[in-house]
């Protein structure tokens, strides 16, 4: 008679050889990395900004002079200058999961959600390591070969908080 791996002992059923698998209801936590351009940027125009491939011109106030007024001399006027900026939409990110319906229905966790939230994350690292990675051309170098040394950016911060402040740039 071939052995089932169960035994019967009054109303019990014992099982030997049996290691029994738990699933837990609690995900570990997973860590990612910090991400730096939503506080260096702004989505001011994200509503304007339609496909991957507009263009959006941001005007600029102008900035008039000013000048000294002397009683009885003629005013000079000066020509207002047409400031803007182009901003060039031409790369986008997406994701794209699937998750089974009849797997979805039989988890015991949001599996979507989680899922969802990873990917969300993943899109900010994503984007700050596309944006950081191409803004490289208007920092300065000390050895003229585009690489970023560290002492470097912080000397370019300083010089940039030390630029708006003189220009009198609102902190926000």
């Known amino acids: 008679m071939a052995s089932t791996g169960v035994t ?11 290691i029994p698998e738990v699933w837990s209801m609690r995900m570990q936590a997973k860590f990612y990395a910090s991400t ?12 304007e900004i339609k496909e991957s ?10 900035t008039v002079p000013i000048s000294n007024y002397v009683v009885n001399e003629d005013i000079s006027y000066s020509d207002l200058e047409d400031e803007k ?5 031409d790369k986008a990110k997406m994701f794209a999961f699937k998750c089974d319906d ?3 229905a039989q988890m015991d966790i949001k599996v979507m959600e989680e899922a969802t939230t990873d990917a969300n994350f993943q899109m900010k690292i994503a ?19 585009n690489q970023w ?7 370019q911060i300083v010089d940039v908080a030390t630029e708006l402040d003189e220009l009198n740039v609102p902190k926000e």
């Open 8 to 18: 019967r002992t009054g109303n019990n059923l014992q099982q030997r050889n049996f």
């Open 36 to 47: 730096v351009v939503p506080a260096i940027t702004n989505t001011d125009w994200e509503g």
């Open 53 to 62: 491939g507009s263009i959006v011109h941001i005007r600029i106030r102008p």
């Open 85 to 89: 900026l182009v901003l060039n939409i």
């Open 102 to 104: 009849v797997d979805k």
């Open 127 to 145: 984007v700050d390591n596309d944006v950081l990675a191409n803004i490289h051309g208007s920092a300065g170098t000390d050895t003229g070969t």
């Open 149 to 155: 040394i560290r002492v470097n950016v912080l000397d």
